[in-house]
């Protein structure tokens, strides 16, 4: 059995990281989307905020699990077995980031290769950094979330503006 994994923040989870999803469904057998803990960013939603929503939006790829992980990405993949991780690319920059991150996971767990999946052009540009600032603005969110968790978005946007908590 083919399993890849893909991990990231998703905070929040953008329609270009369901369109990696959905591409990286295709290829594997079993996809496991991993919403890992990154110490170095304050997130804007929980962990379990953030697995509710991939599970919302990859609730139709019979084939997608979602789960989470608070460690070393090459630790996650040695106790899933042979698996392969996926990881989507925007840009350059993205790539000089990824292919050191991919050598340290290799360092890690020898075993472990990574998969570069490039984003379609019109995902190019989108991140969920500009997608929370596009969401202060007050501005359409159609074309950068999916529409299963655009109200939840907007909630916790009001939440911030009335100097509530991010998450």
């Not at 170095?40 to 139709?60: G, I, S, W």
């Amino acid at each position: 059995m083919k399993i890849g994994i893909y991990p990231g923040s998703f905070d929040p989870v953008t329609i270009g990281h369901r369109n990696i999803i959905r591409r990286a469904a295709g290829i594997f057998d079993r996809l496991i989307v991993c919403v890992m803990v990154n110490a170095a960013k304050n997130p804007m939603f929980t962990l379990e905020e953030r697995v509710d929503f991939l599970r919302r939006v990859t609730a139709d790829l019979p084939n997608v699990e979602v789960d989470a992980f608070d460690g070393l990405l090459a630790e996650y993949a040695r106790a899933k077995g042979n698996c392969v991780i996926v990881k989507g690319l925007r840009a350059g920059s993205d790539f000089e980031y990824e292919f050191q991150m991919a050598l340290i996971n290799r360092k890690i767990n020898p075993g472990l290769d990574t998969m570069f999946l490039t984003a379609e052009h019109q995902y190019t540009y989108l991140s969920s950094s500009t997608v929370k600032e596009l969401g202060e603005y007050d501005v359409d969110l159609s074309d950068f979330l999916p529409e299963q968790i655009i109200s939840d978005f907007k909630k916790r946007i009001a939440t911030i503006r009335q100097g509530g908590k991010r998450q």
